[in-house]
């Protein structure tokens, strides 16, 4: 198992940025993928970014395609998400991941993972 400590969210403005940041402890770092999900009041809880173990390589939702980063520091066992140009649409809940075992599932999905965060709230105001 993963412990995982999200911060960094907040109130933003339309437009604005802002970056989250997700420490790990437990299995060493390097060896797996994170993932950032997002979950908004009243909806299913849906991928928006993934890294894999070395940082080389990332995936993102369409939605934030252009807008997020996600990047790993495997030095400092943490992973980011610099969020701009926010939407009020972006405002929901935020939870990293650290993947799981069962590699049968994509790594944009929900099933990959085995460890969560407890989420930091991110509100974009209009």
């Known amino acids: 198992q993963v412990q995982l400590i999200e911060s960094g969210g907040g109130l933003v403005q339309a437009g604005g940025s802002l970056s989250l940041s997700c420490a790990a402890r437990?299995?060493?770092?390097?060896?797996?993928?994170m993932g950032w999900f997002r979950q908004a009041p009243g909806k299913e809880r849906e991928f928006v970014a993934a890294?894999?173990?070395?940082?080389?390589?990332?995936y993102y939702a369409d939605s934030v395609k252009g807008r997020f980063t996600i990047s790993r520091d495997n030095a400092w066992n943490t992973v980011y998400l610099q969020m701009r140009s926010l939407k009020p649409e972006d405002t929901a809940v935020y939870y990293c991941?650290?993947?799981?075992?069962?590699?049968?599932?994509?790594?944009?999905?929900?099933?990959?993972?085995?460890?969560w965060g407890q989420g930091t709230q991110v509100t974009v105001s209009s």
């Open positions: 991941a650290a993947e799981g075992s069962d590699y049968g599932f994509q790594i944009t999905s929900v099933g990959r993972y085995g460890s």
């Open positions: 437990g299995r060493t770092f390097s060896t797996y993928a």
């Open positions: 890294v894999n173990w070395s940082g080389g390589s990332t």
